[in-house]
């Protein structure tokens, strides 16, 4: 199954050094580090990461079930699939695309990373939600279980996009410096 992104962003992040965890300290070296800093784009960004990890319980509450789904989907295993599916993942995912939404970042780059962060997650929920169609008859619909695979492996694509520009945002802001 896929990894968690948001678990994902916060290990990197804080991989990238500690200005997480001491602004302070962090703020000051990013000052020097870089002539492009400000206290508003330091600020900004602060507060769209912590935006974002607030989104990871319903991220995890999603992965947690797709973990416990069995990845070969036959007509013995497909109705618990669906239950799954229905019962756990599309909702809390459903919440995780609704929230995210409703984060609304004034930087313009922060924007644009936060359009792909928004398609990415819409793209993996059309997939999930693909993947309950093919499970929810007797037969399983493998055209689309394919369909659903090839939706989540491209907001794959868009996450990974997503956390590339993120990353370098944070590197210019002077993380990781």
């Given amino acids: 199954m896929k990894k968690s992104w948001i678990i994902s962003l916060i290990t990197s992040l804080v991989l990238l050094g500690e200005a997480l965890l001491s602004p302070a300290t ?5 000052k020097e580090a870089t002539s492009t800093y400000s206290d508003q784009s330091y600020e900004e960004f602060k507060e769209y990461t912590t935006q974002l990890f ?12 797709l973990e416990s789904i069995d990845t070969q989907v036959t007509s013995t295993n497909r109705k618990s699939m669906y239950l ?10 459903t ?3 609704s929230k995210a939404k409703q984060i609304k ?3 313009p ?3 644009k990373i936060h359009a792909t962060f928004i398609k990415a997650s819409y793209t993996q929920l059309e997939g999930y939600l693909l993947y309950q169609k093919a499970v929810s008859k007797k037969k399983v619909n ?13 907001a794959d694509v868009l996450m990974s996009q997503c956390e590339e520009q993120l990353y370098a945002y944070a590197r210019s802001l002077g993380y990781g410096s």
């Fill in 84 to 93: 799954k599916l229905t019962n756990t993942v599309i909702p809390n995912y």
């Fill in 105 to 107: 970042p004034t930087n």
């Fill in 142 to 154: 493998y055209t689309l279980l394919k369909q659903g695979n090839a939706k989540v492996n491209t």
């Fill in 26 to 30: 962090s703020a000051n070296a990013a």
């Fill in 109 to 111: 780059q922060l924007k």
């Fill in 54 to 65: 607030a989104l990871e319980t319903y991220e995890s509450k999603a992965f947690t079930a």
């Fill in 95 to 97: 919440k995780l695309v």
